[in-house]
């Protein structure tokens, strides 16, 4: 079993940059694709970016394609995301999920809050 924690959200101004953090203890932290995806009130869950298992691939939506970076430290046990040039319609809970395939979202974290004002 694997529990994903994240962290650094927060209020930030349009334009401006934050970094979420996720991590997940324990062991073959290595063999699970991440993922981070965000729900915003009133709207569904959207898939945001994801990366595999070595940190040599990713994936993103296209609504943050360019302003988003999805990174893991596999020492670490950690993966990120950069948000740069933020948007209003950015604001809404961020999830970290891992998954032994890039289709697969079995471990979810509990989700840091990201508001954006414009």
């Known amino acids: 079993q694997v529990q994903p924690v994240e962290s650094g959200g927060g209020l930030v101004q349009a334009g401006g940059s934050l970094r979420l953090s996720c991590k997940a203890p324990g062991r073959d932290f290595d063999v699970y694709h991440a993922n981070w995806f965000r729900q915003a009130p009133g709207k569904e869950r959207e898939f945001v970016a994801t990366?595999?298992?070595?940190?040599?691939?990713?994936k993103y939506a296209d609504p943050v394609k360019g302003r988003f970076t999805i990174s893991r430290d596999n020492v670490k046990n950690m993966v990120y995301l950069q948000m740069n040039d933020l948007k209003p319609e950015d604001t809404a809970v961020y999830s970290c999920?891992?998954?032994?395939?890039?289709?697969?979202?079995?471990?979810w974290g509990q989700g840091t809050q990201v508001t954006v004002s414009s």
């Open positions: 999920v891992l998954g032994p395939t890039s289709a697969a979202y079995d471990f």
């Open positions: 990366i595999n298992t070595s940190g040599g691939a990713s």
